[in-house]
């Protein structure tokens, strides 16, 4: 799939649902979740948390189609309590999509259709 067919198109959508936080606020959050879900992730899932992780704050992370971030997404997520099975195999499957092609929209994109699809 190219998820660059919905570049610009969910923008409306994003917003609706973002909250503001500070990088280490954000930090302090995502290192909380990365050890919550550790042992639900994969290889690839495990290296993709961690890469988006350190890249808080930074271009690789922010989808300047979308204006979001890729951390912002992941805080949704976490704030919804989204935890199922069904869940992290998805989320597994797209941080293995994301291994092969790491730009900020596939990041953001990817993601925020696991929040909609599982929120």
């Not at 198109?9 to 917003?15: A, G, M, R, Y």
């Not at 290889?43 to 961690?50: T, V, Y």
């Not at 499957?93 to 599982?118: A, P």
């Amino acid at each position: 799939m190219n998820i660059h067919l919905f570049d610009g198109q969910i923008i409306t959508e994003l917003n609706k649902y973002k909250k503001d936080f500070s990088n280490l606020d954000k930090l302090e959050i995502l290192t909380n979740l990365a050890h919550n879900w550790n042992k639900h992730l994969n290889i690839s899932g495990k290296k993709l948390l961690d890469i988006i992780i350190s890249d808080i704050g930074k271009p690789a992370n922010y989808d300047q189609t979308n204006h979001m971030s890729a951390e912002d997404v992941l805080i949704l997520i976490h704030f919804q309590k989204i935890d199922s099975p069904d869940f992290f195999q998805n989320l597994n499957e797209q941080f293995t999509d994301m291994v092969t092609g790491q730009c900020s929209q596939g990041r953001v994109i990817r993601l925020f259709q696991l929040y909609i699809s599982f929120k």
